[in-house]
């Protein structure tokens, strides 16, 4: 059983409370937009962090992070885009991927809009966990956190940043 920390679009906004919401989580998740790697090298210092690259992440982190993440935790395949879409409307970049591959959990981020979508065409869950930086047109930051049992998605819980 594994305890999930979910965030994307930091835009290079550091906020303690990204630590203070995930103390209990056995990896964090960045899907992109990430803006500055020291935003990762203070997710490091507290846990593991898996992250993908997204549109504004140039230079160093294009070359330590790739633009599809595909792995697998537990039982569950998990398959990570920053611009990714949603169920109905995938990118086309990752649709062929997606319907190809049936990931049991798709992570994206982009639209800074929190969403949380089952897939029942090919029995996927679809998380975007909104926003957590301050660039954007969001009126409310936010985080999700997850725990992943076996090939079970439960315990999601989203967490808005004042």
Same mark, same amino acid.
């Given at each position: 059983m594994k305890r999930i920390g979910l965030l994307s679009d930091t835009h290079s906004?550091?906020?303690?409370?990204?630590?203070?919401?995930?103390? #209990?989580? #056995?990896?964090i998740w960045h899907a992109g937009d990430i803006g500055s790697e020291i935003i990762i090298e203070q997710l490091e210092a507290f846990c593991p962090?898996?992250?993908?690259?997204?549109?504004?992440?140039?230079?160093i982190l294009r070359k330590r992070f790739k +633009?599809?993440?595909?792995?697998?935790? +537990? +039982?569950?395949?998990v398959m990570m885009k920053h611009i990714g879409g949603y169920p109905g409307r995938y990118d086309i970049s990752i649709r062929n991927r997606i319907y190809n591959e049936k990931p049991d959990l798709f992570i994206s981020g982009h639209s800074h809009i929190l969403k949380?979508?089952? #897939?029942?065409?090919? +029995?996927?869950?679809?998380?975007?966990?909104?926003?957590?930086?301050k660039q954007g047109w969001q009126q409310v930051r936010t985080l999700v956190k997850f725990t992943i049992d076996g090939k079970k998605f439960k315990d999601l819980e989203v967490i808005e940043l004042k």
């Open positions: 906004w550091w906020d303690d409370k990204y630590l203070q919401h995930f103390h #209990d989580c #056995d990896e962090v898996r992250a993908v690259y997204g549109n504004i992440d140039g230079g +633009e599809v993440e595909t792995f697998c935790i +537990e +039982e569950c395949n949380v979508i089952y #897939d029942k065409k090919i +029995e996927c869950l679809h998380i975007n966990p909104g926003a957590a930086g």
